[in-house]
């Protein structure tokens, strides 16, 4: 059975030889993170959207999902035009990654539609998963042109010379350097163990200065700090649980004994 994709254009992009940026849910939410921050700053409205058979409910189930107000939604992806950059962008995003069959056809239309607009370079968002804490706030990152690693490099960013990069983030990487665009990706230190503001802002940082924008971070920050500080409260009440003596127990009632 053939797979359903529909395109809904809300209206036509005014963007000059954008980035494409991918920045849909993937390790600790980073691209996720990253680009709803920018469209929340920059109060972006998309200007296109793609419903597809592809795109199932988080556990993996087809249906809708139920907003606060009793109405409901197809899972989708949303395209966001900027144009308050140097380099102007698509960003895309979403609730969820397109299934594993349908990734390469999704990002292939989505590919399409962008260079139908101009876009000259994609650039993928995506976690980098560490156990250490000294890598915590690094940006990691890849590239299909060298030309693009000093680039990189003056950016702060380290480039990593081994392992994968699996899911959307890296077959958009991968379908970029199949049409000759030149492609980065952009890889937040994470453990990935719950959604990781600290890594996407570090992420989103490198993003602005590569497309030229200025983006006010206090918001972001004071997101962070609540975020440590709740944190802090489940490490502190876990620490009290596991230092609690255990409770005494009673020894078993002895059967009554009569001469």
């Not at 144009?83 to 299934?99: D, W």
């Not at 069959?101 to 560490?130: K, N, P």
């Not at 502190?236 to 078993?252: D, K, S």
Request: aromatic share 6%.
């Amino acid at each position: 059975m053939p797979a359903w994709v529909k395109l809904n254009m809300l209206r036509e992009p005014r963007v000059v030889k954008p980035a494409l940026v991918q920045g849909l849910p993937g390790l600790g939410f980073v691209g996720k993170l990253a680009v709803s921050y920018l469209i929340d700053e920059l109060e972006l409205k998309p200007f296109a959207e793609i419903y597809s058979s592809y795109l199932v409910l988080p556990d993996g189930n087809t249906g809708v999902q139920i907003r606060e107000d009793g109405t409901y939604y197809l899972p989708r992806i949303e395209l966001y035009e900027v144009t308050q950059s140097k380099k102007h962008a698509i960003l895309i995003t979403g609730e969820v990654q397109p299934t594993i069959h349908g990734q390469y056809e999704l990002i292939s239309q989505i590919l399409d539609l962008a260079q139908r607009y101009g876009c000259d370079m994609v650039i993928a968002l995506g976690g980098f998963q560490t156990p250490l804490e000294r890598e915590i706030g690094k940006v990691y990152g890849v590239f299909n042109n060298h030309s693009l690693e000093k680039t990189l490099k003056n950016l702060g960013v380290e480039i990593t010379r081994s392992g994968a990069i699996t899911g959307a983030c890296g077959v958009i990487l991968g379908l970029g350097n199949q049409r000759n665009l030149p492609s980065i990706g952009l890889l937040g230190a994470t453990r990935g163990e719950y959604p990781d503001m600290e890594a996407a802002k570090s992420v989103l940082k490198v993003l602005t200065k590569i497309l030229g924008l200025e983006l006010s971070f206090s918001r972001l920050d004071r997101e962070i700090q609540e975020l440590k500080s709740r944190l802090e409260v489940i490490r502190r009440l876990q620490a009290e649980t596991l230092q609690r003596p255990p409770p005494e127990r009673r020894p078993p009632d002895k059967a009554p004994f009569y001469i």
